[in-house]
């Protein structure tokens, strides 16, 4: 048996859960619509001062997908560009503190292999390494990760049956 494809809905919840990880930057709001929007609080040089960015899915190349920063705004304050290149670089140096996060050129790049296996621990019936990015687009307000060559391991299954075949394997199909 061949799974071909697997869709995973990201919603804004889960964004901000990630982003949890990090204890540096409070993301107060986050926006899906053609864009990624975060709205956030920093603490730097003793204040707290209010940002947003704009981001955007760029490319997939090496199961890894690009986010490109479409602008980056400093809020409700009068503000001289120098501290405001600090707290940008600051902020970048923030979410490349998460392991699988880096930073190249104008791009936030997500190594999903990394991600996966520093934040996912449970892998039982697929193998997420195995798992290839191939596509990432925003419908619906979602973020949707398309993955592509997915091995199932049966061998999980017949051993939870406790039999050396499986006569058949369910699924749902379920649309929304």
Known sequence: MKLKKMIVGVTKTDIKNFLKLQNKINITDIFINDEIRLNGIVQFLGMNINIETELNISKVKF???YLNINSFKILK????NSISK???NYV???FTDLEGISFEGNDFKL?????INRYYKEQGLIDLNKMQV????IINKEIEIV???IDIDTEVIRKEYGVDEIPYVEAEIVSE
């Not at 304050?77 to 001289?80: H, L």
């Not at 190594?111 to 991600?115: Q, Y």
């Open 63 to 65: 199961n890894s997908v």
């Open 77 to 80: 304050m009068n503000i001289v």
């Open 86 to 88: 600090k707290v940008f």
């Open 92 to 94: 970048i140096n923030v």
């Open 111 to 115: 190594e999903v292999d990394k991600l």
């Open 134 to 137: 191939t596509e990432v687009s």
């Open 147 to 149: 993955f592509g060559g």
